[in-house]
């Protein structure tokens, strides 16, 4: 016995190609790895209990999942290590992308598939790797669609693949270079389950012609190496916790009672960004804060709201789903709130909008657009300055924190407008 | 001066798992989980994945190695993970997912807050084995209750999840820094004794937990499997053996280690309010006018869903006749979690369920007012 070989009995019937990829796998292992630095990765199917038959680590996951689950291994794991994935025709079919996207990434493991033309634990149905004019469970008159070509997928993300059949001289040779080589390799080994495919085609599959099985479906056999330059796929995390940044209270504001507001606008006028500022701005005037934005998915287009609940203590944040003030900035924004605005809420609206709606009761003029992307924060420096919420300095005090530049300036000349 | 945050419960729940020593995210981007996933990019740790069937195996692979990987989602995409998750539970293996819900069925409403996952999250797994459910009962309680998530999974080497919603991830709210908690860090117990003495599941600890191997190259064999298996990991068909490994799974932890509900207790209160997750603010206000207004009501915010804490639930019962389960789904999904541990006695047990919309505490009140109102 080789050190990858194990002492347990193996679960296939006889004449089953997995026993010969096995062997083949082990030996090839056995020549260039050590057990405790190699991993195995096994999923559902005949083949995926090939675990017990290794000596080196191994785990035995879900149908079709091998590659992904390897992937991670292989990211996350020391240097030095080989991770092997081992799975059939079958998973390779459900687990399709998994395969591509561990190519994609070039993960530093070699996946083998297995591809005996069948599922063969549940009754020998066709895979998506059945070649044509195959018989199985489920194509009684010979498969009529066509497989995919795994290698050529393969190929197209430059990475080391090969293909070969259990009927092989050479399939110990392949397998070996593939589990040598640096980055993401994938063999696929076509092989007979004795019974079902071989019984079900035994004019068209036999140990001695596998390969010629796939060349007549126009299927290649060989190994191709990877795409030079190609580096794996390494995952190296540096933790950087995050700056919570706190800001201090440093004024009162005279507000006694919770009120809630909302700025219903337009995407691009700055209508988050404003009430946030107006947010932090309550926060150094001692209020407890909820701000909660809503927009359409696609956030460019349409209406921009914010609701901002303040209030001396936390318990009034929740007080009421009613407004007390609401205040529009364009037809977008109406349009959002027309539906629960009224009642006792004041509704202010910018200037441009008179004539444009119909609310009772509601108020224009309040300020002036100030530039489109000014527009909600010239909305919320209307209310700093009509209201009795912040206290006065908060505002300006948090506008001065922003960032130098163009929009600071534009913003200190409104706040000092308003005020 | 006092110090404050004007921030959201995604940024909280990054930094306390990230506390709790997360080095591992695998991320899918879905609303309103994804400010989580951006935050974990920004921390350094987290590798995208094309699905969340992937971000399933990303992370069991990663604590196979040693990390303490974490992901999450909403409810479709925690549909996907179901077949990990249940994998994961069987191989045991330590993961945390933070469950941020939103309106269902299916793709249902993306931006809209629910609570309609509580079930869902705990009963994702055939044969009811159980996962660690916790949830935060505000902002400042996102980073303690995420750090014990992680914490859980460790310790139980379990899937675990942290339940919470969009209005709790996406609110921006003033948040007091000196509120948010650091537990005592737990670690997955290692093999200690002699490598050859190693059982992948045999090691056990006073919790019935298996102790772990890293896959660090000594000279051991490490398996896992997904299927029924024997203590050495070995696939096996059912049996004594497999039984026996497979029962230890509803039985790991002891119920010290879950954090007790927040509790607002009036002297004598007759009126029990109960919620979870960001109701727990408007029902928590809604026991505090109740009692300003003469009618005394006790509050308790629930902080693990699963288990459930029996005793700490118990504690709060002593006076109270009248319970009000407060959540923002339609039936009252929670309750019936609550009512089939028959922990009520001769309490009445009312609903106040709400869906698609935010419960304010007025409403809560003015519901419990009237119910009463009709008791009395």
């Known amino acids: 016995m080789n050190s990858f070989e194990c002492a347990l009995p193996d679960p296939w019937c006889p004449g089953c190609g997995h026993h010969t990829l096995v062997k083949e796998l082990q030996s090839a292992l056995s020549r260039h790895f050590e057990p405790h630095r190699t991993v195995l990765v096994t999923d559902i199917g005949c083949i995926g209990m090939a675990d017990n038959q290794f000596t080196c680590h191994t785990v035995h996951g879900l149908h079709g999942r091998s590659p992904a689950l390897a992937s991670a291994i292989a990211m996350t794991g020391r240097e030095g290590f080989k991770i092997v994935a081992l799975m059939g025709d079958g998973g390779a079919s459900i687990g399709l992308s998994h395969i591509l996207e561990a190519a994609r990434l070039n993960v530093d493991m070699t996946l083998i598939i297995s591809n005996n033309q069948n599922y063969g634990m549940t009754g020998g149905q066709h895979s998506a790797y059945t070649l044509p004019g195959i018989v199985t469970a489920t194509t009684d008159a010979g498969y009529d669609g066509r497989p995919f070509d795994i290698i050529s997928l393969a190929a197209t993300l430059g990475v080391m693949r090969a293909r070969t059949s259990t009927g092989s001289s050479g399939l110990g040779l392949v397998l070996e270079r593939s589990l040598l080589h640096r980055g993401f390799s994938v063999v696929e080994v076509l092989s007979l389950c004795t019974t079902y495919s071989a019984k079900m085609n035994r004019e068209t599959l036999s140990p001695a012609g596998l390969e010629d099985s796939f060349g007549s479906a126009g299927l290649s056999s060989g190994l191709h190496e990877a795409s030079p330059g190609m580096k794996p796929f390494v995952f190296s995390p540096e933790v950087r916790h995050p700056n919570l940044k706190s800001i201090e209270v440093k004024y009162v504001s005279p507000l006694k009672q919770p009120v809630r507001i909302m700025l219903a606008g337009s995407a691009g006028q700055g209508i988050q960004s404003s009430a946030g500022l107006f947010c932090s701005a309550a926060v150094i005037s001692g209020l407890e804060v909820d701000m909660c934005g809503d927009y359409p998915v696609t956030v460019g287009k349409g209406f921009s709201a914010a609701s901002m609940a303040l209030s001396p203590d936390v318990d009034g944040l929740s007080s009421s789903a009613d407004y007390t003030t609401v205040l529009i900035t364009s037809q977008d924004g109406y349009s959002y709130c027309r539906s629960f605005i009224g009642g006792r809420a004041a509704v202010v609206l910018e200037r441009s909008l008179e004539g444009e709606v119909s609310i009772p009761g509601c108020s224009f003029a309040g300020f002036s657009l100030h530039g489109r992307r000014n527009t909600g924060f010239a909305a919320i420096a209307w209310l700093a300055s009509n209201s009795s919420i912040l206290a006065s300095e908060a505002l300006h005090e948090m506008v001065a924190a922003l960032p130098a530049g163009a929009r600071r300036e534009s913003l200190m000349r409104i706040v000092s407008e308003s005020l | ?376």
Do not use: W
């Open chain 2, 1 to 376: 001066m006092s110090e404050r945050l004007f921030t959201d419960g995604a940024s909280l729940i990054a930094s306390g798992a990230l506390k709790a020593g997360v080095d591992f995210f695998a991320g899918y981007p879905i609303t309103p989980a994804s400010s989580i996933y951006s935050a974990m990019v920004r921390a350094g740790v987290a590798v995208s994945a094309p699905d969340e069937i992937t971000v399933m195996q990303y992370l069991t692979g990663a604590s196979i190695n040693g990390c303490r990987a974490m992901t999450a989602t909403s409810g479709p995409g925690y549909l996907l993970m179901a077949e990990g998750l249940g994998a994961a539970l069987a191989m045991e293996i330590p993961l945390t997912v933070v469950l941020v819900q939103r309106l269902g069925p299916a793709t249902g409403s993306a931006t809209k807050n629910a609570q309609g996952d509580v079930l869902m999250a705990e009963h994702i797994i055939s044969g009811g084995f159980p996962l660690p459910v916790l949830c935060p009962s505000s902002l400042e309680d996102c980073h303690e209750m995420a750090f014990h998530t992680v914490n859980c999974a460790e310790a139980l080497r379990t899937p675990a999840v942290l339940l919470t919603e969009k209005d709790m991830v996406l609110r921006k709210r003033s948040v007091d820094p000196s509120l948010l908690r650091e537990p005592d860090i737990l670690h997955r117990r290692r093999h200690a004794g002699p490598p050859e003495q190693f059982l992948p599941y045999g090691s056990l600890d006073d919790r019935g937990v298996p102790a772990f191997m890293p896959l660090d190259g000594s000279h051991v064999q490490v398996r896992y499997t997904a299927s029924t298996h024997d203590e050495k990991a070995i696939l096996r068909n059912f049996s004594e053996t497999v039984r026996s490994v497979t029962e230890r799974l509803f039985n790991k932890g002891d119920l010290s280690m879950f954090p007790e509900s927040v509790k607002s207790l009036s002297p004598g209160a007759e009126i029990l309010i109960v919620s979870y997750g960001f109701t727990c603010y408007a029902a928590g206000a809604a026991a505090a006018l109740l009692t300003r207004s003469g009618t005394a009501a006790s509050f308790l915010g629930i902080r693990t869903l699963f288990p459930v804490l029996r005793d700490d639930l118990g504690s709060a019962l002593s006076d109270v006749k009248s319970v009000f389960i407060v959540e923002e789904n339609h039936t009252g999904l929670y309750r019936k979690a609550l009512l089939a541990e028959g922990l009520f006695g001769g309490c009445a047990v009312h609903s106040i369920a709400a869906m698609g919309r935010t419960l304010t505490s007025a409403e809560i009140a003015a519901v419990i007012s009237g119910k009463e109102a009709g008791r009395l």
